[in-house]
């Protein structure tokens, strides 16, 4: 069956460093773009990096483009997220999400999320 595995996530002082990984099974992973998604307590889940099949384009929130790096290895079906210069309001749960769609939106294949709290 299908499955999203993410792991990595962890407790990290502001300005340190984080990579998580999602490990997929179960589909072709090399048909479907890749996101990251996260939902901080009491918001909504908001797109933080998308990564089209082959990993030729990758498009990032606004606010986070240049302290985070989405990747992907089509050999090993994981698809990586770098995230340096960490501050608290990173913290939240992050979610890998294969989609047929370049955009990342509509109907997909979830992971269970991992947490990133961002804290001294």
């Known amino acids: 069956q299908v499955q999203l595995v993410e792991s990595g996530g962890g407790l990290v002082q502001p300005g340190g460093s984080l990579r998580l990984s999602c490990a997929a099974s179960g589909f072709t992973f090399s048909n479907y773009a890749m996101s990251w998604y996260r939902q901080a307590p009491g918001k909504e889940r908001e797109l933080v990096a998308i990564i089209t099949r082959t990993g030729t384009s990758t498009n990032y929130a606004d606010s986070l483009k240049g302290r985070f790096t989405i990747s992907r290895d089509n050999v090993e079906n994981t698809v990586y997220l770098q995230m340096n210069s960490l501050k608290p309001e990173d913290t939240a749960a992050y979610y890998c999400?294969?989609?047929?769609?370049?955009?990342?939106?509509?109907?997909?294949?979830w992971g269970q999320g991992t947490q990133v709290t961002v804290s001294s």
């Open positions: 999400k294969a989609t047929l769609t370049t955009s990342g939106r509509g109907d997909g294949y």
